[in-house]
């Protein structure tokens, strides 16, 4: 069982940067480092959508729409994902989820069995 809160969304101006964090809780005999983490986002009327993980390994992948422009991280010893986002977009508007990977592919929200209750994220002048 692991229970994810998000917080660090806001108001933000194009070009802009914000960063999220996702505290997790993990039950008695698992720990944090050994899930993969990811990050999903979801538009106004628009399907959910992949963002980025990171594995237990350290590796991390990011959609295309999001490359360069964001950066996932973890901290173990707070149990805590982030999400730093720079150089922000309109289109990057969105309540974002960070989600516990399962199994499956990294990109499809299926794969991901424990989910936050999301942070909204507003790029606007």
């Known amino acids: 069982q692991v229970q994810l809160v998000e917080s660090g969304g806001g108001l933000v101006q194009p070009g802009g940067s914000l960063r999220l964090s996702c505290a997790a809780s993990v039950a008695s005999g698992r720990t944090f480092s050994s899930y993969a983490m990811g990050w999903f986002r979801q538009a106004p009327e628009k399907e959910r959508e992949f963002v980025a993980i990171i594995r237990s390994s350290g590796s991390t992948y990011y959609s295309d729409s999001v490359k360069g422009r964001f950066t996932i991280s973890t901290d173990n010893a707070k149990n805590t994902v982030y999400l730093q986002m720079n150089s922000l977009k309109p289109e990057d508007t969105a309540v974002y989820y960070c989600?516990?990977?399962?199994?499956?592919?990294?990109?499809?929200?299926?794969?991901?069995?424990?989910w936050g209750q999301g942070t909204q994220v507003t790029v606007s002048s």
């Open positions: 989600a516990a990977y399962y199994s499956g592919n990294y990109y499809d929200r299926t794969s991901y069995n424990y």
